[in-house]
Each structure stands twice: as C-alpha cells, then as structure tokens.
C-alpha cells in the first residue's frame, strides 16, 4: 500500500487516465478528469491513505466526478464520416475509435460498470464496492452493456480472421 501521496501518483496514474478516457472518449476530458481526481484525493489524502483500498477510493472518486460531468453535459458523441477502409492497416486504430464511440453511448453505470471490468480487470465484488451495488447488478450491467457493443459493433464480436474459427479443441 502507498502511504505517500505522490508515490500513489507515480505508480497509479496511467491506469487512472485510461479508465478516464474510455469513461470519457475524449484525451482532453480524461486528464482533466484525472487532475480533477487527483486533486480531491490529494486534499483527503490522510483519510485515504489509512483505507484498506486506497485505490478503489480514488477510483470511486473518478466514477462519482465522471457521473456529475455525464449529468451535466450530456452530449453526445458525433458520428464521423471519415472511416478507414476495410482493407487499411490502421484499421485497428479505427476499430478502438469505434469501441470508445459505442461505450459512449452506454448508459453511464453501465459504461462505468464494463470499463471497471475490463480496463482497470476489477471482480464482481470489487466493483459492487467501488459503486456502492450488489454483486449481481454488476452482472446484470456488464451482461447488458457487452450485449449493446456488440449490436453496435458486429465487427469487433465476429472471431478475429487470424483465429481458426473450426476445427481446434
């Protein structure tokens, strides 16, 4: 456990900043979400450095500051025309771009609910705690966001053409 504050800084930023940018698609937002993040931890930091989960504290702190800012802006993500070929080698990049744009149109527990397992790989019961949930909402969130992905991007839920689709055990 980080004791001291700007060592938790040091160790956990990134991890922070990517949870931000999918919570909030934009580069931008997600390190002034972080800044925002930081420094209210920062200012709580001897409460929260005694906690058994010093990370989980400073994740609900994202989680509750993304909420207000999704609550109060309320916009939504434009649609771009300028989409890559099937057949261009940044294809990948635009898939990514694609996945941000669709966890973006994810009710915000749900969105809150899939980033929390999947970028920042938190269990069931360790999310519940960080949103204050039952277990079997988290599941019952992540198995309704992932089922919304992937009507919205039937690309990304097909197997990879690398992967053999037959025929393995």
């Given at each position: 456990?980080?004791?001291?504050?700007?060592?938790?800084?040091?160790?956990?930023?990134?991890?922070?900043?990517?949870?931000?940018?999918?919570?909030?698609?934009?580069?931008?937002?997600?390190?002034?979400?972080?800044?925002?993040?930081?420094?209210?931890?920062?200012?709580?930091?001897?409460?929260?450095?005694?906690?058994?989960?010093?990370?989980?504290?400073?994740?609900?702190?994202?989680?509750?500051?993304a909420n207000d800012r999704w609550r109060r802006f309320r916009r939504t993500v434009p649609d771009r025309g300028?989409?890559?070929?099937?057949?261009?080698?940044?294809?990948?990049?635009?898939?990514?771009?694609?996945?941000?744009?669709?966890?973006?149109?994810?009710?915000?527990?749900?969105?809150?609910?899939?980033?929390?397992?999947?970028?920042?790989?938190?269990?069931?019961?360790?999310?519940?705690?960080?949103?204050?949930?039952?277990?079997?909402?988290?599941?019952?969130?992540?198995?309704?966001?992932?089922?919304?992905?992937?009507?919205?991007?039937?690309?990304?839920?097909?197997?990879?053409?690398?992967?053999?689709?037959?025929?393995?055990?």
């Open positions: 456990m980080e004791t001291d504050f700007e060592g938790f800084v040091a160790a956990r930023a990134g991890a922070l900043f990517r949870g931000a940018l999918v919570l909030t698609g934009n580069r931008e937002a997600a390190e002034d979400l972080v800044q925002e993040t930081l420094e209210r931890a920062c200012r709580k930091w001897r409460r929260i450095a005694v906690t058994d989960a010093p990370d989980a504290y400073v994740r609900r702190i994202m989680v509750n500051l300028d989409r890559v070929a099937p057949g261009d080698e940044y294809g990948q990049v635009d898939s990514r771009d694609q996945l941000v744009r669709a966890l973006q149109q994810l009710p915000m527990r749900m969105r809150t609910v899939v980033v929390l397992r999947y970028f920042h790989d938190l269990s069931d019961a360790e999310i519940a705690a960080d949103l204050d949930i039952s277990p079997s909402t988290v599941r019952s969130q992540l198995a309704r966001g992932i089922d919304k992905l992937r009507s919205q991007l039937p690309a990304l839920s097909s197997p990879s053409p690398r992967q053999p689709t037959e025929g393995v055990r």
